[in-house]
């Protein structure tokens, strides 16, 4: 039996494959742990691999590519249409099957390891970011208390932060100085981190060549164009510009 097309259902620890014929035949509809699933792939001539664009994905995308195998992610907000009954391992994968094999299937362009490991600076530097601005929430709130006002802008509110670690300069309790001076400590230091997410985001952007030619564009810096580089790859799945901007969220 000539298995043609497989679905793969992603998880932790156990995962289940569907396998059909280009009959439509079910061939097997199994789980597998994850010790299993290279050796079972390995075993399967060539066929159509479908996996939903979920966490962990694009690394199996890859190494199910190094097999042989064709592979084709998909959004699972396309996949759910398939799902003839109640969710479970089984009922995912073979969606998943009948899913990919569709004609009018839209598909996710597998990401390559340089552009997953640009993501997580993003990701990072957004996280510590917010870390910042709650931070800095913060001081100023608590200095309010004490008639104790910051100016607007990161900027001034780095000075203060910066002043209060030397020493206190208002008639205030000791106690609410050492607190100032502990959330101070940390906001300087957030705002370092972030100084080297910034610097090493510009330094990735300068030495790739799909972020130069973005950045010829107006009003995008290292940042942006870093950002969409590593998030669509080459933008192939992508017919036109309108279809870009409305994967963005822009409207024509």
Known sequence: MQVT????????DVFHVHGSTDVGQVAFNRPLRRAQVLSFFQRLERCLVGIEACASSHHWARELSKLRHTVRLMPP??????VKRGKSDAVDAEAICEAVSRPTMRFVEIKSEEQQALLPLHRARDFVVRQSTQLINMLRSLAAEFGITIARGVARAIDFAKAVIEGPGDDLPELAWDVLRVLSRQLVELHKRLRWYEITLRIQ???SQQAQLLQTI??????????????IGSG?????GREFAAWLGFRP
């Open 205 to 207: 952007a300068r030495l």
């Open 5 to 12: 097309t497989v679905g793969l259902d992603l998880a932790k």
């Open 77 to 82: 907000m396309y996949v759910k249409p398939y």
């Open 218 to 231: 107006p009003g995008v810096g290292p940042v942006t164009a870093s950002a969409v580089a590593a998030t």
């Open 236 to 240: 192939h799945q992508f017919r036109s």
